[in-house]
């Protein structure tokens, strides 16, 4: 895990190798701006990376203009997916009690209970970062529906593995910090 200075260079770097647009970083103002908008507080990692160089387009989203649709489909996809699986695939945790008949009902609960969760930042994507604990060194999850796995244990490493194509190897390991609520779900698809 990198210091309190961080320095980002070698990581947009891959990220301009593989294509991606680094455009300057984001300024304190836009980042408390971003921040605002989406009601929580980047991790210190994900807010000095951005802070150094800024990816855009493509998968990315635009910090630069955080109250966009797209900023907000990403950070409504994590639920909606979830509102999805419980429709249509039966999904509910036994954690969450017995599931109610109606299916409104089941959304109401579910959506309670991802409102008690950390919040997931967009990162690229499907992939996210919680935005709690307010540490540096949280996990990337891969997001896509109520299938949450676990896409690099921070970072850095998501990064480079992402985008570098070192090979993918499953960052579930000793040391992986746990999230509330999202590493369950993480355990439910093991």
Same mark, same amino acid.
């Given at each position: $895990?990198?210091? !309190?200075? $961080?320095?980002?260079?070698?990581?947009?770097?891959?990220?301009?190798?593989?294509?991606?647009?680094?455009?300057?970083?984001? !300024?304190?103002? *836009?980042?408390?701006?971003? *921040?605002?908008?989406?009601? %929580?507080?980047?991790? @210190?990692?994900?807010?000095?990376?951005?802070?150094?160089?800024?990816?855009?387009?493509?998968?990315?989203?635009?910090?630069?203009?955080?109250?966009? !649709?797209?900023?907000?489909?990403?950070?409504?996809?994590?639920?909606?997916? $979830?509102?999805?699986?419980?429709?249509?695939?039966?999904?509910?945790?036994?954690?969450?009690?017995?599931?109610?008949?109606?299916?409104?009902?089941?959304?109401?609960?579910?959506?309670?209970?991802?409102? *008690?969760?950390?919040?997931?930042? @967009?990162?690229?994507?499907?992939?996210?970062?919680? %935005?709690?604990?307010?540490?540096?060194?949280? @996990?990337?999850?891969?997001?896509?529906?109520?299938?949450?796995?676990?896409?690099?244990?921070?970072?850095? !490493?998501?990064?480079?593995?992402?985008?570098?194509?070192?090979?993918?190897?499953?960052?579930?390991?000793?040391?992986?910090?746990?999230?509330?609520?999202?590493?369950?779900?993480?355990? %439910?698809? *093991?």
């Amino acid at each position: $895990m990198r210091g !309190t200075r $961080m320095v980002w260079r070698a990581e947009h770097q891959i990220l301009t190798d593989a294509g991606v647009t680094v455009a300057p970083g984001l !300024t304190e103002a *836009e980042l408390d701006r971003a *921040e605002s908008v989406i009601g %929580a507080r980047f991790p @210190p990692d994900l807010r000095s990376f951005l802070s150094e160089g800024l990816p855009v387009g493509g998968r990315f989203p635009d910090w630069r203009g955080p109250d966009s !649709t797209d900023i907000r489909r990403q950070l409504d996809w994590p639920f909606e997916g $979830m509102a999805f699986d419980i429709g249509n695939n039966a999904f509910w945790l036994d954690a969450w009690g017995a599931r109610p008949s109606e299916l409104q009902e089941a959304i109401r609960i579910a959506r309670a209970i991802v409102a *008690e969760a950390p919040r997931l930042i @967009p990162i690229a994507g499907h992939r996210y970062i919680p %935005a709690e604990p307010a540490l540096a060194g949280n @996990p990337i999850f891969s997001v896509y529906q109520t299938d949450i796995i676990y896409y690099g244990s921070e970072l850095a !490493t998501y990064l480079r593995h992402e985008f570098h194509r070192i090979p993918h190897v499953d960052a579930v390991r000793e040391g992986t910090r746990r999230i509330r609520f999202w590493s369950e779900l993480v355990d %439910a698809n *093991e």
